[in-house]
């Protein structure tokens, strides 16, 4: 079994904690391999390092057969991940962040979860991404939302959306969400959206503090949607996961369901629905009784 190791460092995340996650994948795997960038941020100026790892860097892991990626932090560093890698490796997150509903393995257990991954007691669950085409013809991807921002504090910006070549909705609003089922729980989420199960294939249009209350969050069955963009600046701000650019309103966007998907590792015990329990704390009575 060959794991590679990704994450930035982080308060959290100490050299110490690091030694310790390579030193349990170096007694469960014949080779581990640890991205470049994260190695030079963890280890820095340690003379010696007392493990035997591989270095990669981006390029060279599309060369390397590996088994599993393993992503050391919080959500976003998932979602980097996710955009570094190989789309056909497996992921699973190590949670050194908060929240936690794609990196939601616990540090405490890695042993445990290092020996289900050497005997293979594990699924691999296909997550849709979200393929945005631009007016100069390339193309870019998110695993949790693709997001329309107005730039400016105060106004509003209103979204043309076309489903198919049909007309949708014009969305008055701060911005505007489309997100898939992964994304569900994310920013979607506190806007008002609805959680959607990660396996089913969706997506979800989630308007940023609609001036009308009549609009609600829309779940529809993968499509391609057509965004044009109306406001005062002449520009918008998109977001798709953790990567922001500024874009100009006379272009249109379009964004389907990507042709491929992201393997993300499910553990027995960690399905869905504990996750979100635990994460959301539903069932959970904090009232004390007399």
Not at 106 to 114: F, G
Not at 267 to 290: A, P, Q, V
Request: proline share 3%; glycine share 6%.
């Amino acid at each position: 079994m060959r794991v590679v190791l990704y994450g930035n460092k982080t308060r959290q995340l100490t050299y110490e904690i690091f030694e310790h996650i390579v030193d349990l994948c170096c007694q469960y795997c014949e080779e581990v391999l640890v991205y470049d960038n994260f190695y030079q941020e963890m280890v820095g100026s340690q003379k010696t390092f007392p493990h035997q790892i591989t270095l990669v860097s981006q390029a060279d892991l599309k060369a390397k057969k590996v088994d599993f990626l393993m992503s050391i932090g919080g959500d976003g560093t998932f979602l980097n991940a996710a955009a570094t890698s190989q789309m056909n490796v497996p992921i699973l997150g190590i949670n050194m962040g908060k929240l936690g509903f794609l990196s939601n393995l616990n540090i405490d257990n890695l042993a445990e979860v290092l020996q289900d991954l050497k005997h293979e007691n594990y699924e691999l669950e296909d997550r849709m991404l979200l393929e945005i085409s631009y007016p100069d013809g390339t193309t870019s991807y998110a695993l949790n939302d693709v997001c329309i921002h107005r730039t400016y504090p105060s106004g509003m910006i209103n979204v043309e959306v076309k489903v198919d070549g049909k007309f949708l909705n014009t969305y008055w609003s701060d911005g505007l969400i489309i997100s898939t089922p992964t994304g569900s729980t994310a920013y979607s989420l506190s806007c008002g959206g609805p959680i959607v199960v990660p396996n089913m294939e969706a997506m979800i249009i989630t308007p940023i503090a609609s001036h009308a209350l009549t609009v609600s969050p829309v779940v529809i069955q993968p499509s391609q949607l057509e965004l044009s963009v109306n406001a005062r600046t002449g520009k918008f701000w998109l977001s798709k996961d953790s990567d922001t650019q500024e874009m100009d309103t006379s272009i249109t966007l379009t964004i389907k369901k990507a042709d491929f998907s992201v393997k993300v590792v499910k553990l027995k015990g960690r399905d869905f629905f504990t996750i979100i329990n635990e994460k959301l704390m539903w069932g959970e009575d904090k009232r004390k009784w007399l």
